[in-house]
């Protein structure tokens, strides 16, 4: 009996040790928000991340705020009530989270602001791409396919277009290109017909392809209509690009190609690259910008230092440990890590579905995505 007893007691402190350990495995829980849908690259953005942290045992609970500031705020408070121990947030308006993230440094939940920083110190984590740099390849892209270098006494004209104020990325974008340019517009071989060189004045609410578009036309209407020639628009990014292009189609009159910029890799602009209505983008890979996040959080989640050693767990993904950059408040850096990006054309598009992403339509002529 006594023998019974004893077995019975082992019995019950084996199951005890296995209800404590299945109760410690419960997947944490992150919760992912995004900006909204109607943009091609935050589709992605969060279906990779979600695969991944699911795919890596965690709960992972993912939203999408239609642009609407409100909305994530609320978006995000639910997931806070939901009891998540971290939050991915890509913000739609850098300066408009502040009481919510409050509330998150209260509950102790970190957060990980994704490829947009977030304007609140409490933010201390920040997984991008090196986001002026992005604004350097299209400046140079342009500064090399007008060789500009060797331009002598010729001139060129050109237009900017910008992305959304409320995101911290597109003054970097912007200051990136311009950087490479000013000293072409200052010694006049790059003409800004319509004279708006500053951020504010070609900036794009919420990125929208239709804003962009009728400020092409009203700039194309103003200052080309008279038969003067456009050399190249650069604009930050595809969903600008994809207005612009439409305006140049629709209303310039001249029969030159002119040398359109853009960023993301997004299908149509993919399209209007091989037709010859954009020339290049700047393709970040998001699926790599997943990764990161991924490690990042574990990291976190586990107590590991968050620090240059976890680029080792990226595996091939090219990416930079960098503290200086990017900030919160005056002198309070975010701990940030920076992928890095590609400059894609006509001519290297084969690239895209090397890495995976991408496929060739049936006639091989243009991408789809995989
Ligand atoms: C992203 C770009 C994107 C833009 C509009 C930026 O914050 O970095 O990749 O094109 O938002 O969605």
Request: some cysteine; hydrophobic content about 40%.
């Amino acid at each position: 009996m006594k023998k019974f007893v004893s077995l019975f007691l082992a019995l019950i402190m084996v199951l005890s040790v296995c209800v404590i350990a299945s109760a410690d495995a419960a997947p944490k829980k992150v919760g992912i928000s995004m900006p909204t849908q109607s943009l091609e690259r935050w589709n992605r953005d969060g279906e990779y991340l979600k695969n991944q942290f699911e795919a890596a045992g965690y709960e992972a609970i993912l939203t999408y705020s239609d642009n609407k500031n409100e909305q994530q705020v609320n978006d995000i408070d639910n997931m806070l009530s939901q009891g998540i121990d971290l939050l991915i947030i890509s913000a739609i308006d850098g300066e408009g989270l502040n009481t919510v993230m409050d509330r998150a440094a209260e509950e102790a939940v970190p957060v990980i602001a994704y490829d947009r920083l977030i304007m609140n110190d409490a933010v201390e984590y920040y997984v991008s791409f090196d986001n002026y740099t992005v604004g350097k390849l299209q400046g140079e892209y342009v500064e090399k396919a007008l060789d500009l270098a060797n331009a002598g006494d010729k001139t060129y004209n050109m237009e900017f277009t910008a992305g959304d104020p409320a995101d911290n990325n597109a003054g970097y974008f912007f200051n990136g290109a311009y950087d490479v340019l000013k000293g072409y517009i200052a010694d006049g071989k790059i003409i800004v017909v319509s004279g708006q060189t500053d951020f504010q004045q070609v900036a794009t609410n919420q990125w929208s392809t239709d804003t962009a578009l009728s400020r092409a036309q009203n700039i194309l209407a103003s200052y080309y209509a008279d038969g003067t020639t456009l050399d190249a628009w650069l604009c930050s990014n595809d969903s600008t690009a994809a207005g612009v292009a439409q305006a140049i189609e629709s209303d310039y009159a001249g029969d030159n190609a002119v040398i359109v910029t853009g960023q993301d890799g997004d299908i149509a602009n993919l399209r209007n690259i091989v037709d010859g209505k954009q020339t290049m983008t700047v393709y970040k890979n998001v699926a790599n910008e997943a990764v990161v996040t991924l490690e990042v959080a574990k990291a976190i989640l586990s107590g590991a230092p968050v620090d240059e050693s976890l680029i080792a767990n990226f595996g091939d993904v090219e990416c930079a440990f960098d503290t200086t950059s990017y900030f919160t408040s005056e002198g309070h850096f975010a701990t940030s890590y920076l992928l890095v990006p590609t400059v894609v054309t006509k001519d290297n598009l084969q690239y895209l579905v090397d890495i995976g992403l991408y496929q060739w339509d049936a006639d091989q002529v243009y991408l789809l995505a995989k």
